[in-house]
């Protein structure tokens, strides 16, 4: 079997080539004994075996960062791939606030026996760690694994003895930190670890990887919705005395209930990101303080091999056949876009057709209703002191409150099918594989890409927002990047809106179109 790498991996991560099995057996006396070579040369390994994935694990560390490190029997086996998926976001995170590596000082929290995030932090990035830790016989191996590799420069253990993920570490100690990371016990029982678990999928494949970690590591009271929510409880306790807090999380379903808690803590700003490696996908969660805008972290899996997707397009209603011009429709789609406050950076006129490239800065599309309904809510109630100045305005008022009502009325029925959608897509996430996110070696490939759905309820957080140094025109800020198109196809003229910038995301463009669609009259 092929360890399986995808075009989903983060683009400077070195595995999106998939290692070589035959060169590691010939260079690894260690690993040759887990490999089969068949009659036609092809070299596989037992996905299946414990100790093959560990021997992997280890030759990996050897040959690409020059790391000799102990992963002892029936401790979790780090997948590398996966790890580097997570630091090299983690980098992306220092780079946009242009960090040098030397001043860079990271907590691990929970580094397990193998330390290896903060091994591979120090070898391949020259950053600063702090592993902690509360299993003893795990910060055994973990200095171990730091002191044999020469690392202790760079490398500090730290056995944790209270309940708390940070603040006893940070009590005890005087350095600042740029960031936290913690890939946490994703389970809340023990039940949860079997391949037959009732939540698996009938129609998912059986695990194809061997389980390899021991209970403790893995299992935590209330799982990783309850370690990751006391991270969060203790980052606002702590604020500024870490940059950047980030978590790994197991479970696409925990998600929305953690990214409601950071709303709910005021974090400055927050960013979620996607982790995949063949089959296995976890998610990245980082959030801020500081004045720093998370937005700006580069999409992982928006890479230059993504195809442009083909653009959406709208028919524009002819109501009128004297007016169904295109220089008509164009001083509608002129004011559009003068309501939604956002820059034309350019707009070209060729043979009939035109084309607009434009920034958005905030998102004015979405939620127009719920906006509009607290405008008319505040015109309500101003209107009784107007009133009482002229019997004129009487008749006004009962239009609004009317406009209200059915405002409201269709907002609910829109506000249900955003609910049932979003308990919908946890059920579907609650649906994994459990085995198979520990194993965390994955040999199929073409994991579906999914969308980034969530992004555009995490815009709304920043309505209004702005970080330091940010005009309302800033040409590093901006959320959105499209081209709107207005052609005319025989008798009809078909508006469309595209973008080839990797920041955008497709639902925001379909937000976009619908605001079009709403108000092109
Ligand atoms: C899923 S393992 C991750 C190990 C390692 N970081 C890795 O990615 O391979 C979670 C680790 O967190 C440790 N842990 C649990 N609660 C902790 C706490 N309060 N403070 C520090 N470590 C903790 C467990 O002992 C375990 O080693």
């Known amino acids: 079997m092929k360890m399986s790498m995808n075009k989903y991996m983060h683009p400077r991560n070195p595995y999106k080539h998939p290692p070589n099995f035959k060169q590691l057996a010939i260079q690894y006396a260690e690993f040759r004994t887990f490999v089969k070579q068949d009659i036609s040369g092809k070299v596989t390994l037992d996905f299946k075996d414990v100790n093959a994935l560990r021997s992997l694990s280890r030759v990996l560390l050897l040959k690409d960062f020059d790391l000799n490190v102990e992963i002892p029997p029936n401790k979790l086996i780090p997948t590398i791939p996966l790890r580097l998926n997570y630091l090299l976001w983690i980098e992306d995170l220092l780079n ?115 389980f390899c970690a021991s209970v403790g590591e893995v299992v935590v009271n209330g799982g990783e919705v309850e370690f990751i929510t006391k991270l969060i409880k203790e ?38 990101t996607e982790f995949c490696q063949g089959r296995t996908t976890r998610w990245g969660l980082a959030w801020t303080y500081l004045d720093i805008d998370l937005r700006k972290i580069p999409e992982i899996q928006k890479n230059s091999k993504t195809k442009p997707k083909a653009p959406l397009s709208y028919i524009i209603p002819n109501s009128n056949n004297e007016s169904y011009r295109t220089e008509n429709i164009n001083i509608i789609i002129r004011k559009i876009l003068q309501d939604l406050k956002v820059e034309i950076i350019e707009e070209k006129i060729n043979k009939g057709n035109i084309v607009y490239d434009i920034k958005a800065y905030s998102n004015t599309w979405s939620n127009q209703r719920r906006k509009k309904r607290e405008k008319l809510n505040q015109l309500q109630h101003s209107i009784p002191s107007q009133i009482n100045g002229g019997n004129e305005k009487s008749d006004d008022c009962s239009q609004i409150v009317e406009h209200i009502d059915s405002r409201n009325s269709s907002l609910k029925s829109n506000e249900d099918v955003e609910v049932s959608d979003l308990s919908s897509s946890d059920k579907n996430s609650d649906l994994q594989d459990t085995s198979e996110k520990l194993s965390e070696m994955d040999i199929a490939s073409n994991t579906p890409k999914r969308e980034h759905e969530d992004d555009d309820d995490d815009e709304e957080y920043y309505d209004n927002k702005k970080f330091k140094g940010e005009s309302s025109v800033n040409n590093n800020n901006y959320i959105a990047q499209f081209f709107i198109s207005l052609k005319k196809v025989n008798v009809q003229i078909i508006m469309e809106i595209f973008s080839i910038d990797s920041n955008t995301n497709r639902e925001t463009l379909h937000q976009i179109l619908q605001y079009f669609k709403n108000n092109i009259k």
């Not at 306790?237 to 005021?266: C, P, W």
């Open 96 to 210: 946009i606030q242009k960090i040098r590596s030397e001043e860079v000082w990271g907590i691990d929290i929970g580094t397990g026996a193998s330390c290896v995030y903060p091994l591979i932090a120090a070898k391949k990035f020259k950053w600063n760690m702090l592993g902690t830790e509360i299993d003893e016989e795990s910060i055994k191996c973990a200095r171990k694994n730091v002191s044999q590799n020469l690392l202790d420069k760079y490398i500090e253990v730290y056995q944790i003895t209270q309940d708390t993920l940070l603040i006893e570490v940070l009590n005890n100690t005087s350095k600042t930190f740029k960031f936290c990371m913690c890939n946490p016990p994703f389970f809340s029982s023990k039940q949860e670890l079997h391949p037959f678990f009732k939540s698996r999928r009938s129609n998912r494949p059986h695990p194809k990887n061997a």
């Open 235 to 272: 980052s606002k306790e702590l604020k500024y005395k870490i940059d950047i807090f980030t978590t790994m999380i197991g479970h696409k379903s925990s998600l929305n209930q953690l990214k409601a808690l950071l709303r709910e803590v005021e974090v400055c700003s927050f960013k979620q």
